[in-house]
């Protein structure tokens, strides 16, 4: 797009000119963002009267009462700043030796940088951020911490997709995918979790290391958290055989029926859960004092 040099000696800019003008402009501590139209080099550009101006060139004008024959130079590098303070008058080289020499990057290619205004989708306070045109654009989130809330709340948002939540009494019963001993599963960072355990930490937090997550209402597939309590290994037992909940033995004299076994059934199945659940057999040799091969062959079992 061609910008012409604006006559205001013979064409003076009305009171509606240049209201139109300071409403594209969003002023911050340092620097004047333009927020109206951009040229592809990143420079404000605003249409008064049939003709393109630079925006940065205007406000110059209408602070300083004159407008310059020169070359505009941006002191900040921010090419869609209109803040006079930051623009000096030179030519074109001028520029160039007074970026090189306050050791300032020259961003060389034009159309780079640009300074927007967003709001932040978690908290909605407003912030600026620097963009260019060619890298796509982030989802506008304020801060490190505003990106980790809100991409809680999209993974919560999905798991409880697979939920029907409309009784909040009765049980939550996962309708993805099942894992054979009845608990529900989900691919969470390219690894399969247990969705009742899933469900527990988004709602109460992480499970500290070690405790089990019980079902008050013994359905291995519900997640509705108020069915959900935490607990040791022994009141996770306690638990089962209260209920009367028993694992058979697949073949043979296998797990507990074997007089020489260390694991009672209900621990092995344990050991399944939580190598599903990610735990390496390493992790779990140690958590239950046996050797790597043994975890391995229960899991295998
Ligand atoms: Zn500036
Ligand atoms: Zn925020
Ligand atoms: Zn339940």
Redesign the pocket.
Known sequence: MKTTSYDFATNPLTETDQQRFWAKVQKTN???LWVGACMMNGYGLLTIHGKNMLAHRMAYYLINGVMTEKYLC?S?D?RN?V?PA?LTPGTQHDNMKNIYQSGRKWHGKPSDEQKVQRTCLNCSSIFMRTVTIHRKELEPLCSPNCRKEWNRRDIAEQFWSHVDRSNPDSCWNWQGRLHRNGYGQIGFRSRDRLAHRFAWRLVYGNIPPGLHILHSCDNPSCVNPTHLSIGTRSENMQDASRKGRTYAPMRGLKGELNPFSKLTNLQRQEIRDRHAQGESYGMLAKAYGLGKTTIARIIKS
Request: charged share 0%; hydrophobic share 20%; aromatic share 12%.
């Open positions: 340092t620097c004047w941006h900040c921010v700043c803040n930051h």
